[in-house]
């Protein structure tokens, strides 16, 4: 969707000029944002000279979100506002739409009512992480949930729940199952996690439900690879597959999803599994604004994660830099390798970038990134974990409670410390919570009552929904408080905003009471992009907003002389009518003689009921219940605007206006048919002349 600094005729976006810009508000923007104050300091500059961009002005400690879908810890304890983990800088909440290395600026938008913002800098630090995209499967997008984010989380453990209860009360056995079973996708850290966490909350909180048992449950974890947790070693990747399955965990190695729907997977292999619940812990693919700038100005890259060297500097560039996953970073003392798209990695990688911006600033040597890695942990459940420590490797209670002690220490903030360590403990001794929280959500479709008078919307404000008139009537008035269309009864309207963005046209005021109907754009813009007849049929209302501008331009071009003509001295008379008694069969036979893209649709008294278009009756024709004798009066017919033959052109016009047409037919005194004016007729029409 469009944005006002989209819109050339909109606001100006806010300009800020700054030293250092950060993009990214996981670990490695974080901690360079919470560097790169002290550092800058001492090259001699304030520390408000530089700026963190994040979509959300949360940090997110993703370690932990497995436990929050499982209900072991409470979602607002592995989140922190940026705000106060990089005191001392500023903070921007807003999406990055387009990054510029040649003007040296990062184009912002700041959300729907604003402008957005500009950021003119020195230093650019892209700390972008991975985006998700199912798109390779089908089905996958919109049937599976994702672990990205503690939004994530909360769904997927309300679903879980859900899940349950709707299980509970259903006696049918195969709808049972199938609502017991979750399929997880990915056997890496984020899947093999989460799945343990599924089974532990199963497990422990079937005994609520009578007549549900351990066996009812099921969780299948479907893997591409020969192991799960392969980057851990053969011996304990083999040794969590066994502790995992031992529990109940279906564990399918060298398997991979072919798609998705509402109630089934179906695996490569041909086997297809009942589930209601899946949840896809892989495709990561990279940020669009890091593939716009790898594309576009031919950043060295592999995949879109940029190529820097041992300094952290994009390659070919002075003043980027990149950490974190979007980055290829060389691994210290392995040649050829890179750093891995960890935590331990992203966190001291941003450490060191804005250790060497303020190090580049007071024109000093840069130091190399140098860090090879601790080693690696996971947690798989029922207080059990693996991990490989500086080449040892533990297994068991011993590796779960050294996971625990060690991300405890790297969650930022002590009073998030505090909060996990006590939901911890109480995770020992109490049973998990079982509520069912389930967000509430904007509806997608909602009523709308209006008032006579009351605005619904102003112009230039941003288009949210598409509306239809229930009762009532709402004017679409200009600039200068001018009526430019009515919406009656039936008709719809807010479509144009939003397929081209760049806010409304006019304001919309209803003219009594009126009653609405609202639809969400979230729901609408899909629906019109993917259908070729919405797309066909809102192409001639999108530029009814645009129609006053255009048709005032034709009336300029016009000879003032021919805009005060009476409508009958220079509209058209050769019409090709139908008439409602006629059939389908007679109605293409006048389709052969006479090809036009509208007829006039009269009754048997000659007199205008409405028009009927070319494509309409071939849409109505496609139906099943249709016969050639079906009667024209059956199909719904398309209204015109119409004026008298005695009309001023300038009034038939401004009727067009009104309606968002460019023809009009003309009638006489007793309403019947007797021609048609059109713009495209009038257009170099003089004086005594006669449109042909």
Known sequence: ?????????????????????????????????????????????????????????????????????GASIAPRHVVNPIRLLCRGIQVLRGKVLHIDPFKREVRIDTGKFSAGVILEYTHLVLGLGAEIDLSRVPGMPEHAFVMQNVGDAMILRATIISRIEEAYAEKREDVRKRLLTFVVVGGGYSGVETAGEILDLLHESV???????????????????????????????????????????????????????????????GGVIETACVISTVGNAPNAAIRELCDSFGMAHEWHRLHTDEFMRVKGQENIWAAGDCALIP?????????????????????????????????????????????????????????????????????????????????????????????????????????????????????????????????????????????????????????????????F??????????????????????????????VALPFIQSSRRFRRVLSKTTAQGSAEGEIEAVMRKLDPAVLSRPVHEVMRTDLATLKTTQTLTEALNVFRERRFSIYPLIDEEGKLTGALAREDVFDYLKRKDVANDTPLSAIESTNLPQCTGTCEVREALEKMIRCGRYKCFVTDADERLIGIITVMDLIGTGVGETPG
């Open 1 to 69: 969707m469009s944005h006002p600094q989209d819109n050339p005729t909109g606001p100006l976006p806010r300009r800020i000029k700054l030293e250092v810009a950060i993009l990214g508000g996981g670990f490695a923007g974080v901690y360079c944002g919470q560097k790169i104050a002290k550092t800058i300091r001492r090259a001699g500059l304030e520390s408000d000279q530089a700026i963190i961009v994040s979509d959300q002005n949360y940090m997110v400690f993703q370690p932990m979100l497995a436990e929050v879908a």
């Open 207 to 269: 005994r609520y439900y009578g007549g549900l048992s351990k066996d009812d449950m099921r969780v299948v974890l479907v893997h591409s690879r020969e192991r799960i947790l392969h980057t851990l070693g053969d011996s304990l990747g083999d040794y969590a597959a066994k502790k995992l399955r031992g529990r109940g965990l279906e564990i399918l190695l060298e398997e991979r999803v072919r798609a998705v729907t509402s109630t089934r997977v179906y695996l490569q292999s």
């Open 331 to 491: 691994l210290a003392e392995k040649p050829g390798e890179t750093c891995p798209q960890t935590a331990q990695f992203a966190m001291r990688q941003g450490v060191r970038v804005a250790e060497n911006i303020g190090l580049h600033l007071e024109k000093k040597p840069l130091k190399p990134f140098t860090f090879k890695g601790l080693g690696e942990l996971a947690s798989i459940g029922h207080q059990t974990a693996v991990a490989s420590i500086m080449g040892m490797k533990f297994s068991g209670f011993i590796a779960w409670f050294m996971w625990r002690s060690i991300y405890l220490s790297k969650l930022p903030g002590i009073d998030r410390k505090l909060r996990i360590m006590i939901d911890w403990t109480l995770d020992l001794f109490f049973p998990r919570d079982i509520n069912l929280l389930s967000p509430r959500y904007t509806k997608l479709l909602q009523q709308v009552h209006l008032e006579p008078d009351d605005i619904l919307f102003n112009r230039g404000e941003p288009a949210f929904s598409l509306y239809v008139v229930q009762s009532g009537e709402i004017e679409l008035r200009n600039e200068k408080g001018e009526v430019a269309r009515t919406i009656e009864e039936g008709d």
């Open 493 to 522: 309207f807010g479509e144009r905003a939003l397929v081209h963005g760049g806010g409304y046209l006019y304001d919309a005021v209803a003219r009594g009471r009126t009653e609405l109907v609202s639809l969400s754009g979230e």
